[in-house]
């Protein structure tokens, strides 16, 4: 967490993804796309891990009658967010804290990027309860994030790709050597069979894979009618 409260670190942070994950412009074309399936076009979406602003910004571009709100613990990613928005920002209500201190709603539809690989399992299945009690009943949540299998040989392969990505992307192979071994060392990441059976536990159905980028993996699942 500490990066996403460093202003120096934050102020370069729309670089990153674009430079870390694989198709990175496809996921959030494809999150808008899942969403418009069932988002009303005068719905709302809740949006955990909004930090940066970058996918609330493409789905208020994409649906000009979509409403926002969303969540993040870091106050420095939310003022990014802020100027990512623009005046789009009138669209949407920026709430610093975790879900648990969320607005209600009911929502029509939540996503969740590049976000849940940071919270440990228990916490996970926790956030994942918050975020299905906030939906209307069919609504759907789309999430991706790290997502790769925990056997030691796989784990390791899974993140030389990413690795591989990062360094084809411009990023000096040292520092990319060196968020391996942070990830490797610090982030919660589940296989994506252990991911898929958390949404089931939270309660969501029909949890369908829809994106696989090198060690992301991105879901849809919907809270049943
Ligand atoms: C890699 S950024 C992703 C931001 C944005 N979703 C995107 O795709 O560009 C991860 C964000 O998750 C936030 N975050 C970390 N832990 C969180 C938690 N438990 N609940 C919600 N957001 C969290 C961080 O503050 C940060 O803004």
């Known amino acids: 967490m500490s990066f996403f409260s460093d202003p120096d ?46 996918e609330l910004k493409r789905f208020a571009e994409a649906e000009p009658g979509w409403r926002f709100v969303g969540v993040d613990p870091s106050a420095e990613m939310l003022k990014l967010a802020q100027a990512t928005l623009g005046p789009l920002l009138e669209r949407a209500q920026l709430h610093e804290g975790y879900i648990d201190t969320a607005p209600a709603g009911p929502f029509d539809g939540a996503t969740c990027l590049l976000t849940l690989h940071f919270i440990p399992a228990e916490e996970r299945l926790q956030t994942l309860k918050a975020l299905w009690q906030r939906l209307r009943p069919g609504a759907p949540l789309i999430v991706a994030h790290h ?21 084809d992307s411009g990023v000096p192979a040292a520092d990319a050597e060196r968020a391996i071994a942070a990830i490797s060392e610090k982030l919660p990441v ?21 994106y696989a980028g090198f060690s992301f993996k991105g879901w849809i699942a919907h809270r049943p009618l």
């Open 190 to 210: 589940l296989s994506p069979e252990a991911d898929a059976a958390l949404l089931v536990e939270a309660g969501f159905e029909g949890v369908e894979l829809f």
């Open 9 to 54: 670190a934050v102020a370069r942070y729309a670089e990153g993804p674009v430079r870390l994950v694989p198709g990175f412009e496809g996921l959030q074309r494809m999150t808008t796309l899942l969403l418009r399936e069932s988002v009303p076009t005068t719905g709302n979406v809740l949006v955990l891990g909004a930090g940066g602003g970058l």
């Open 147 to 167: 997502s790769f299998p925990q056997a030691p040989e796989e784990k390791a392969r899974w993140l030389k790709r990413y690795a591989a990505f990062a360094v």
